[in-house]
């Protein structure tokens, strides 16, 4: 094919966008969001990597096991501890669709995850900046990076899409 003067301002739609590893990773926490939604729980999804491998994925599972502690994070550090017969996930990144509730921030400290990346953030219960900041508190051990708003409007609208239909059930359209 010859020279086309226009081809600069018209890339080859076909061509696959490249995204970063924090979406590409943040995508497979959508996935178990989505998983959660289908269950009819809250739909917060997590996936924990390590050498760029994910080792544990998980979704809220509170309403199904009838157990308040069972959060995609809590599941899915148990899930990766298993994987690396390690109680510390000293080289693992936390990719999460709502930012964390205190409970949770504290077992990741615990746990010494070294990332926690999080989709949304949640003005009502989120201990990793937004209400408190467990992660960040000065007297504990661990401060693990924390990276928020990655992907943030596709994980915010799954979770005020499931709450909107909570409310109003007849609402089917979504």
Do not use: Y
């Given at each position: 094919m010859g020279f086309v003067p226009w081809a600069p301002f018209f890339p080859d739609m076909t061509a696959p966008v490249?995204?970063?590893?924090?979406?590409?990773?943040?995508?497979?926490?959508?996935?178990?969001?989505r998983v959660a939604a289908d269950n009819d729980e809250v739909p917060v999804g997590a996936v924990i990597v390590h050498?760029?491998?994910i080792i544990a994925r998980a979704h809220n599972q509170v309403e199904t096991l009838k157990d308040p502690t069972?959060?995609?994070?809590?599941?899915?550090?148990?899930?990766?501890?298993a994987s690396l017969e390690s109680k510390w996930l000293l080289e693992c990144a936390l990719y999460v669709t709502l930012e964390p509730c205190s409970m949770c921030?504290?077992?990741l400290v615990l746990s010494r995850v070294r990332r926690i990346c999080f989709g949304a953030a949640d003005p009502k219960t989120g201990a990793?900046?937004?209400?408190?900041?467990?992660?960040?508190?000065?007297?504990?051990?661990h401060h693990p990076e924390v990276e928020?708003?990655?992907?943030?409007?596709?994980?915010?609208r799954l979770l005020s899409d499931f709450f909107k239909?909570?409310?109003n059930p007849l609402d089917a359209g979504l």
């Open positions: 490249p995204i970063s590893p924090d979406e590409m990773f943040m995508r497979e926490a959508l996935k178990q969001a050498e760029n491998k069972a959060h995609a994070e809590m599941i899915a550090i148990t899930q990766a501890s921030a504290g077992a990793c900046g937004s209400v408190l900041d467990i992660v960040g508190h000065e007297p504990l051990n928020g708003g990655i992907l943030e409007e596709e994980c915010g239909q909570k409310r």
